[in-house]
């Protein structure tokens, strides 16, 4: 963004620069901001896409591929609510997955006239690419911790994870792939 003309611009000394939020390493706010940033930012995907050689450089293939890959065959319109775009647009992209051999549409065991998005033989092979890269990954960050700490990082993310989902309207968690709460506390009460 270009400099206005200098009587366009506040005075600095009227303006507080420092953040809103306290910036302290152990503050959850700042570190689910930071995780959260990383995961939506687009160099993070696009070394991903390149770590699984990800066939095409379209983004939206390969969050649909992500989706797809981790939470089985799909409407599109929850898929278009993940990945968040149109709905009109979640026909071009399912256009686009079925041209690469990615995706494939099927007919909606559940509804007489909706469709599911599934992933094909090929999808099926880097969706499993993509979920050993991210596993690797996830083993390498925790890499050092004692048996106890994870169970315990395993068990307390869980936990808050259902703590949001449970704030939002079903549907919209499910379109977001949050677990059910029921089936969060079930299983920590099992891994007691």
Known sequence: MPRPDPGQLAAREDVDLAPVLERHPMDLLVSFSAVTHLADSPQLRRQVMTAIDFPSDDMQLFLVVNQLALRGAM???????????????????AGRLAKEDLAVRIPDPDDDRGVLLALTPKGREIGRALVEYDNAQTARLVD?????????????LARFTASLGATLPPATADALGFPRPSDVLAEIAAAK
């Open 144 to 156: 050092g911790w004692s048996d106890d700490d994870l169970a315990t990082f395993q068990r307390l």
């Open 75 to 93: 409407r599109p319109t929850m898929l278009a609510d993940a990945i968040q775009t149109g709905r009109s647009n979640m026909t071009k992209i």
